[in-house]
């Protein structure tokens, strides 16, 4: 069902398709919620830190601390390496674009 968002993530994102599948699915979950809210990228600016970090996870990313406020994430088979650092409770805006351009190119599965 999840792979159903990166089909109209790749979509006109104000096409009125995108929006009666976004407004028909009322049971979503918190994470597909913020993988929803990542597809769109009008946030970028003020997605919560804590949020991308768990999205993340949830894709399968395996954490590690780096140096300072810094936090690594790395899966097998996945030739990226995501290093987050958070200004203040926000996540930078180019990262969250870093974590929606990876999210596109392997289209995780969240169920």
Known sequence: ???????????????SEYRDYNL??????RV????????????DANFAFDE?????????????????????????????IINLQPRGAKAKPYQVKQVREILLKYQFDFD
């Open 52 to 80: 991308l970090c768990h999205v993340v996870e949830r894709a399968g990313f395996i954490r590690r601390s780096g140096k300072g406020s810094h936090t690594i994430f790395y899966k097998e088979g996945v030739d990226e």
């Open 32 to 43: 597909k919620k913020a993988v929803l809210k990542i597809l769109e990228g009008r946030s």
């Open 24 to 29: 028909s699915n009322h049971t979503m979950s």
């Open 1 to 15: 069902m999840f792979s159903a968002f990166f089909k109209y993530a790749r979509a006109d994102l104000d096409s």
